[in-house]
């Protein structure tokens, strides 16, 4: 508790302080275009929802009585932090982490999970920079494409597509091996 109460105390005096000076700000400039390269990138996803170390956590989920046909009914959630590998292998070298959400979203048959997912890079020559995925998901289509709505780091101010393929799914349990085909246009 003491260690708390002066952290809590130098909080107050910074917003305090952020108060007394601060000054709604705005300035417009002209945008000059950088010109841009694309960038294309390969590796998979793995989604873990069994075991005793799932990647991906159901977090919430409509109050219905389960049907073992539908193991993702409308509205079920789960927040992931799933590896990206080189291969599809699970022992393939990790170069990053997909994390965010995704939400269960069709009311037909037809299983939708809407996305939003922040895919960051820990190794390699993008090391330090991430991409957001803000995409709607249709998972019965054998190709299927998700927006890439911007990013941070190297990827700043990207846009593009992340083209989707199953590599491996178990039904049963869910668990599931992505590849992911990513064009990105940046600065
Ligand atoms: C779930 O629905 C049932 C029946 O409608 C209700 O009795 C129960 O309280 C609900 N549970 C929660 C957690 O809302
Ligand atoms: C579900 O997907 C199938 C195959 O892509 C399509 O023919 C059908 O129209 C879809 N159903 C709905 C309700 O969108
Ligand atoms: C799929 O999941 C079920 C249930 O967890 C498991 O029994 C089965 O071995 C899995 N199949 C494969 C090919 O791993």
Same mark, same amino acid.
């Given at each position: 508790?003491?260690?708390?109460?002066?952290?809590?105390?130098?909080?107050?005096?910074?917003?305090?302080?952020?108060?007394?000076?601060?000054?709604?700000?705005?300035?417009?400039?002209?945008?000059?275009?950088?010109? =841009?390269?694309?960038?294309?990138?390969?590796?998979?996803?793995?989604?873990?929802?069994?075991?005793?170390?799932?990647?991906?956590?159901?977090?919430?989920?409509?109050?219905?009585?389960?049907?073992?046909?539908?193991?993702?009914?409308?509205?079920?959630?789960?927040?992931?932090?799933?590896?990206?590998? =080189?291969?599809?292998?699970?022992?393939?070298?990790?170069?990053?982490?997909?994390?965010?959400?995704?939400?269960?979203?069709?009311?037909?048959?037809?299983?939708?999970?809407?996305?939003?997912?922040?895919?960051?890079?820990?190794?390699?020559?993008?090391?330090?920079?991430?991409?957001?995925?803000?995409?709607?998901?249709?998972?019965? =289509?054998?190709?299927?494409?998700?927006?890439?709505?911007?990013?941070?780091?190297?990827?700043?101010?990207?846009?593009?597509?992340?083209?989707?393929?199953?590599?491996?799914?178990?039904?049963?349990?869910?668990?599931?091996?992505?590849?992911?085909?990513? =064009?990105?246009?940046?600065?």
């Amino acid at each position: 508790m003491e260690k708390i109460v002066p952290l809590a105390l130098l909080l107050v005096l910074c917003i305090c302080t952020i108060r007394v000076h601060a000054k709604y700000y705005s300035k417009s400039a002209p945008y000059e275009p950088v010109q =841009e390269k694309k960038t294309h990138l390969r590796f998979f996803l793995h989604d873990t929802l069994s075991g005793n170390n799932p990647s991906a956590v159901q977090i919430a989920g409509p109050n219905t009585t389960k049907n073992v046909n539908d193991p993702t009914p409308f509205a079920t959630t789960f927040v992931i932090d799933d590896p990206l590998t =080189e291969g599809p292998e699970p022992t393939s070298k990790v170069i990053g982490n997909a994390r965010g959400l995704y939400v269960s979203s069709s009311k037909d048959k037809n299983l939708t999970l809407v996305m939003y997912v922040d895919l960051g890079f820990t190794n390699g020559r993008f090391k330090g920079s991430s991409l957001s995925v803000f995409s709607r998901n249709p998972v019965t =289509e054998k190709h299927r494409e998700l927006a890439v709505v911007g990013g941070r780091g190297r990827f700043r101010l990207a846009r593009g597509v992340v083209l989707v393929k199953t590599q491996y799914l178990n039904i049963t349990n869910g668990d599931a091996v992505l590849e992911y085909n990513v =064009e990105v246009v940046h600065p």
